[in-house]
């Protein structure tokens, strides 16, 4: 007999949830790198759009082809852009993650292994996460290149 892979451990110190989803940590947050601050005062009232874009969370180059076209253009404009990735096992992407996130302070990364099957916790993890932070923003728009 098989084992489905619940309720085994995870290195980071969560647990299996399925052969593609990891739940991680203690927290009920959602997210693993917050943006706490993206909306902090008004809960996103100021802002008229907020941008996330859906990424691999190996896409590096991606990433920054898109700050530097289209989602350069949407800031320059006043849109806040933030970029939705999953966890990795991988120590050598993760350390790459953070130090791409505190150059760009762009990067929000759920608590849920980053695979193509796992998009829909993608989207949730943006709802859920907009709801907690952003809940006056005026439109968001969520993109999946």
Request: proline share 1%; net charge negative.
């Amino acid at each position: 007999m098989q084992s489905s892979g619940k309720g085994q451990n995870h290195p980071k110190g969560g647990r299996r949830l399925d052969t593609d989803t990891w739940e991680v940590g203690e927290s009920s947050s959602v997210v693993k790198i917050n943006k706490y601050n993206v909306c902090d005062i008004d809960h996103g009232a100021t802002y008229d759009l907020i941008v996330f874009v859906t990424s691999a969370v190996g896409n590096f180059l991606e990433r920054e082809a898109i700050r530097e076209t289209w989602g350069g253009y949407a800031v320059e404009r006043g849109a806040v852009l933030l970029f939705v990735v999953g966890d990795t096992l991988n120590q050598t992407i993760e350390d790459k993650i953070l130090e791409e996130d505190e150059k760009y302070s762009d990067i929000l990364q759920g608590k849920y292994f980053d695979s193509y099957y796992n998009l829909t916790l993608k989207t949730m993890s943006v709802m859920k996460w907009v709801s907690d932070n952003c809940e006056k923003i005026k439109f968001l728009q969520y993109c999946i290149p």
